[in-house]
């Protein structure tokens, strides 16, 4: 994953950038400063499915639970 700045993202950025997504509204700054890509991954996840994000230091599975937050494994 490729942050904002054009450098990847290491696993502890791409878990606040999920807090961020799940405890933010769209229109605020905080929310602004998520990879546009992320936030595209992130909104394609259908609950109860899975899906990797490769970061600087490793991968990362995401799941969408039933109340349609997001988790980081």
């Given at each position: 994953m490729i942050g904002t700045d054009g450098?990847?993202?290491?696993k502890e950025d791409l878990?606040?950038?999920?807090?961020v997504y799940n405890?933010?509204?769209r229109g605020s700054k905080e929310f602004a400063a998520i990879?546009?890509?992320?936030?595209?991954i992130?909104?394609?996840?259908?609950p109860g499915k899975t899906g990797y994000v490769k970061c600087l230091?490793?991968?990362v599975q995401?799941?969408?639970?039933k109340d349609?937050?997001?988790s980081a494994g």
């Open positions: 450098k990847p993202v290491s878990r606040k950038h999920i807090a405890g933010q509204s990879p546009r890509a992320l936030v595209t992130l909104d394609g996840l259908k230091d490793g991968q995401l799941s969408r639970r349609n937050s997001v």
